[in-house]
């Protein structure tokens, strides 16, 4: 398997553009996280679904962030307007149901000039 | 809110030398607690998973023990070596099938 699919896995854009960020999970994986690694707070967790429902968007930032998860392959999440506090790293992870261990993308560096 | 500490914040330590540091969660209603292993420009890789107290777990030089009870859990390296400088997290789910919850984790620094 090829793991968690970020991309892209940089991106520089200036402010009040549109940001979307891309994410394959692993197939088989029914639940799916975004977290965002801040100097100040760390990994942070925006946002999850689990069937490709959103279960709790309650760490998304703002309204400016949104998430989707058409199907089991494929979410994204996205911002707009950005803005250059939106600079971080964002990571999607996905595992199946219950404890079992996260697998987590590459990531994307957001950079907001 | 489930609060997951660390530490220390971070750990400088020569190669060779054994090292340990601490996680520390809430005991009540535990479900499972996560090492991760995080180096610089990757992504967080999975090192345990544990559930039950008293489990002890065993990669390699790395090893962890865990104390529900008391709520905090060990990861020991045994002999440092250089490539093991990276980021330690722990993270523990807030309820079952939800997310895990990271602790700020702790950075080793082994010096050649």
Not at chain 2, 19 to 44: D, G, I, M, Q, V
Request: with cysteine.
């Amino acid at each position: 398997d090829a793991g968690v699919i970020q991309s892209p896995r940089h991106e520089v854009t200036e402010m009040g553009q549109e940001v979307t960020l891309r994410c394959k999970p692993i197939s088989g994986h029914n639940s799916l996280f975004w977290y965002r690694q801040t100097m100040m707070r760390g990994l942070e967790l925006l946002i999850y679904f689990n069937n490709n429902v959103p279960i709790d968007d309650s760490g998304m930032p703002e309204d400016r962030f949104s998430a989707k998860m058409p199907n089991a392959s494929f979410s994204t999440l996205k911002i707009q307007p950005s803005e250059p506090r939106d600079s971080a790293v964002y990571f999607c992870a996905s595992r199946t149901t219950g404890y079992n261990e996260q697998f987590f993308g590459p990531g994307t560096r957001l950079t907001v000039l | 809110i489930l609060n997951v500490e660390q530490s220390p914040q971070s750990l400088h330590v020569q190669e060779g030398d054994s090292t340990n540091f601490t996680c520390s969660f809430p005991s009540s209603n535990f479900y499972a607690l996560h090492w991760y292993r995080w180096e610089t420009a990757k992504s967080p890789e999975a090192l345990f998973v544990m559930t039950l107290n008293g489990d002890e777990k065993k990669k390699g030089r790395i090893s962890a023990t865990l104390n529900t009870k008391e709520g905090y859990s060990y990861l020991y390296i045994k002999g440092s070596q250089p490539e093991d400088s990276a980021t330690y997290l722990c993270a523990t789910p807030v309820g079952g099938n939800t997310p895990l919850v990271f602790g700020k984790g702790t950075r080793l620094s082994v010096i050649a």
